[in-house]
C-alpha cells in the first residue's frame, strides 16, 4: 500500500536562512508526489508536483522540491526563508490511474524573526 | 470570490446531533471529494464523487453521508455525530481523470462535537 512519512513535525527556522522539509513515500512503481501548504486559517494549496521528467521541479513561492528513487525521498527545499512560510507542510502521492492522493502528517515550520 | 466555499467555517454541536457541512464550487469541476484532517494524521478522504450520479466511499466512511445536489453542490452529513468526529473538514474539487489534475481545497470546517 502507499504510504507518505514526513518525519518532522515540527520545524525551527531563522528568516534568511535555508529550509528542507523531507518527505519518503512507499509505492511499488513511479509516483505522483506533490507538496501542499496550508496556511493557517486557509485551505491547502499546491506548491508544486512531480510527474515524470527532470527529478528537480520548481513551485510557487521559490520552493522547489527533488525526487531521489533511490532514497524514496522528495524533500522541499527553499534557499532563503520568510516569515510569511510559517505554515504546515504536507507531502502527497498519488497513481495516475487513481482519484486518490495519500497524505502525510504533516510538517509545521515555524519561522523566527 | 472563493473558488471553493464551505459553511459553515466553525460549529459546536452535541453528541447525537445530525449535522451538515455544505460545500459549493465555481470552478465548474466535476469530481468533489470530503477530507478530515486530524493533529498528527494529515488528511484522509471520506468520499468522493465524480459526478452528480457517481459517489463513493473513502478510506473513513463509517460515520458520515453524503449528498451531490449539483455539480457545483456537495454536502457531508454526520447522521448522529461522535467526540471523535471532532477534526478539521475539508472539501476539494478537481477537473477530469487521475491524480495528475490538480486538487482545489477549501478553507475548511473546524466542528467540534461534545
Known amino acids: 500500500a502507499q504510504s507518505v512519512t514526513q518525519p518532522d513535525i515540527h520545524i525551527t527556522v531563522s528568516e534568511g536562512a535555508s529550509l528542507e522539509l523531507r518527505c519518503n513515500y512507499s509505492?511499488?512503481?513511479?509516483?505522483?508526489l506533490f507538496w501542499y501548504v496550508q496556511s493557517p486559517g486557509q485551505g491547502l494549496q499546491l506548491l508544486l508536483k512531480?510527474?515524470?521528467?527532470?527529478?528537480l521541479v520548481q513551485g510557487i513561492k521559490g520552493f522547489e522540491a527533488e525526487f531521489k528513487r533511490s532514497q524514496s525521498s522528495f524533500n522541499l527545499r527553499k534557499p532563503s526563508v520568510h516569515w510569511s512560510d510559517a505554515a504546515e507542510y504536507f507531502c502527497?502521492?498519488?497513481?495516475?490511474?487513481?482519484?486518490?492522493?495519500?497524505f502525510g502528517s504533516g510538517t509545521r515550520l515555524l519561522v523566527r524573526p | 470570490d472563493a473558488d471553493v466555499t464551505q459553511t459553515p467555517r466553525n460549529r459546536i454541536t452535541k453528541t447525537g446531533k445530525r449535522i451538515m457541512l455544505e460545500c459549493s464550487q465555481t470552478?465548474?469541476?466535476?469530481?468533489m471529494y470530503w477530507y478530515r484532517q486530524d493533529p498528527g494524521l494529515g488528511l484522509r478522504l471520506i468520499y468522493y464523487?465524480?459526478?452528480?450520479?457517481?459517489?463513493n466511499k473513502g478510506e473513513i466512511s463509517d460515520g458520515y453521508s453524503v449528498s451531490r445536489q449539483a455539480q457545483a453542490k456537495f454536502s457531508l452529513s454526520l447522521e448522529s455525530a461522535i467526540p471523535n468526529q471532532t477534526a478539521l473538514y475539508f472539501c476539494?474539487?478537481?477537473?477530469?481523470?487521475?491524480?495528475?489534475?490538480?486538487?482545489?481545497f477549501g478553507p475548511g470546517t473546524r466542528l467540534t462535537v461534545l
Open positions: 470552478k465548474g469541476h466535476d469530481r
Open positions: 512531480y510527474f515524470s521528467g527532470d527529478t
Open positions: 476539494a474539487t478537481s477537473r477530469g481523470q487521475g491524480v495528475r489534475n490538480e486538487q482545489f
Open positions: 464523487s465524480f459526478d452528480v450520479k457517481d459517489i
Open positions: 502527497a502521492v498519488g497513481e495516475d490511474s487513481s482519484y486518490k492522493l495519500i
Open positions: 509505492y511499488g512503481a513511479t509516483p505522483y
